[in-house]
């Protein structure tokens, strides 16, 4: 570990700690939307449920296309363009006193995500020879990633700003504070494998290409319905907990919240170094599976209990902390070198789930009420560890080589 970390350079670095930072600020103020959204503007659940997808739908489907246009044009100028516009963003979240407003600054901050992370992930394999570097950056990047998420809703509680449009602006601080950075940084140095290689790649060919991956398309598929229902624990708890009566919906959810990054926070590399023998797809489907007993507890046990609601965010972190950084590994050994932001940009297709996860856990709430939307994300868990399994097979049915 500590050898491959000692081959991180200063661009590897800058995006691993602004990773950290910027998730710090953003899980202040980002998780508490729909809090903000039923108090000042008035809407219900579907209603949030419906803005919420329709935001992150169209970041997705820049994402899609901000991958392509890495590959031919580079990763780090598209960085910069997504990161200032992600400040632009937070500033107008951070003011914006109508809904219209308040929306359209929702959906430049989702764009800005794709434009930044998608281009990121592939520049951190980008940096790095070593294909261990590489697979440690990507884990470190998932790592401090929770190091933020973990305190920046219990810092929102106790600065007083959870809920509230201010803590958007102190987000657009630590952009801004990125964006000079990365200006500083990405002219220092040059990547050992440099992006835009693939000037003459054409959208039709890329495409194409990934129309006849059926080991990846597999993939992204089973990955969309766990983000569908690991999705439910953003907004989708959150108006649960709303819904079951709580007097401190804020405080309880930032204590869920905590508890999923400390979890995530001291067992990923354990929880690595156990499964290492493992191939990252089976992996990937025991994390799921634990997926399936975190929305049980949530479905059965009585939501007032706090050691109740504690105990099941446990269980689903520690399958979170096997899946999600094991799903970047999966793409980063799956993508060709000369399309890597392409499939980067591809697999975020299945942040879709995350998309529709506000829509339809609002909309099951709404109609059926928390046990019904916590045992139907239980089932289709399930289903995803069926799929994982199946890709798994898949691959190894054919002459791809298997991921080591």
């Not at 940084?185 to 194409?208: C, K, Q, T, W, Y």
């Not at 990252?280 to 949530?298: C, D, Y």
């Given at each position: 570990m500590l050898a491959s970390i000692r081959q991180f350079n200063k661009t590897v670095w800058l995006i691993i700690l602004a990773t950290m930072a910027s998730r710090f600020t953003f899980f202040m103020a980002w998780p508490y939307l729909a809090l903000i959204l039923h108090q000042r503007?008035?809407?219900?659940?579907?209603?949030?449920?419906?803005?919420?997808?329709?935001?992150?739908?169209?970041?997705v489907l820049f994402g899609f296309y901000v991958g392509y246009l890495s590959d031919r044009y580079g990763r780090r100028r598209l960085m910069l363009i997504g990161i200032a516009l992600n400040v632009?963003?937070?500033?107008?979240?951070?003011v914006a006193a109508e809904l219209p407003i308040f929306m359209i600054a929702t959906m430049g901050a989702s764009i800005a995500r794709s434009v930044i992370e998608n281009p990121g992930r592939a520049l951190l394999t980008d940096m790095l020879e070593d294909r261990?570097?590489?697979d440690m950056a990507l884990h470190l990047r998932y790592f401090v990633l929770n190091v933020g998420a973990a305190f920046g809703p219990l810092a929102g509680v106790a600065i007083g700003a959870t809920g509230t449009q201010l803590a958007f602006a102190l987000?657009?601080?630590?952009?801004?504070?990125?964006?000079?950075?990365?200006?500083?940084?990405?002219?220092?140095?040059?990547?050992?494998?440099?992006?835009?290689?693939?000037?003459?790649?054409?959208?039709?060919?890329?495409?194409?290409?990934?129309?006849?991956?059926?080991?990846f398309l597999m993939f992204v598929a089973a990955t969309f319905l766990a983000n569908l229902t690991y999705g439910q624990t953003e907004a989708g708890l959150l108006q649960y907990l709303r819904h079951s009566g709580l007097l401190d919906v804020a405080g309880t959810y930032a204590l869920l919240i905590l508890t999923n990054g400390l979890t995530i926070v001291a067992l990923q590399f354990p929880l690595l170094k156990l499964t290492?023998?493992?191939?990252?797809?089976?992996?990937?489907?025991?994390?799921?599976?634990?997926?399936?007993?975190?929305?049980?507890?949530?479905?059965?046990?009585?939501?007032?209990?706090?050691?109740?609601?504690?105990?099941?965010?446990?269980?689903?972190?520690?399958g979170e902390a096997i899946l999600f950084p094991t799903l970047n590994v999966i793409v980063d050994h799956l993508a060709?070198?000369?399309m890597k932001g392409s499939y980067v940009g591809a697999s975020s297709i299945h942040i879709f789930g995350f998309a529709f996860a506000p829509l339809f856990g609002g909309f099951l709430l709404f109609q059926f009420g928390g046990m019904v939307m916590w045992l139907t994300m239980a089932v289709l868990a399930i289903v995803v560890a069926v799929l994982f399994s199946a890709t798994a097979g898949r691959m190894n049915a054919t002459a791809r080589q298997p991921i080591p």
């Open positions: 503007f008035g809407l219900n659940e579907f209603q949030i449920g419906l803005m919420l997808t329709i935001a992150v739908t169209i970041g632009v963003s937070m500033l107008l979240l951070s261990k570097a590489k987000v657009a601080l630590v952009y801004f504070v990125y964006f000079i950075a990365a200006s500083i940084i990405f002219r220092l140095e040059r990547p050992a494998h440099r992006s835009g290689i693939n000037a003459a790649l054409r959208m039709r060919d890329v495409i194409s290409v990934l129309r006849r991956d059926h080991i290492e023998n493992l191939t990252p797809l089976f992996r990937a489907a025991i994390g799921v599976a634990l997926f399936t007993f975190g929305f049980i507890g949530f479905a059965l046990l009585s939501p007032q209990s706090t050691i109740n609601l504690v105990l099941s965010m446990l269980v689903l972190s520690v060709p070198d000369d």
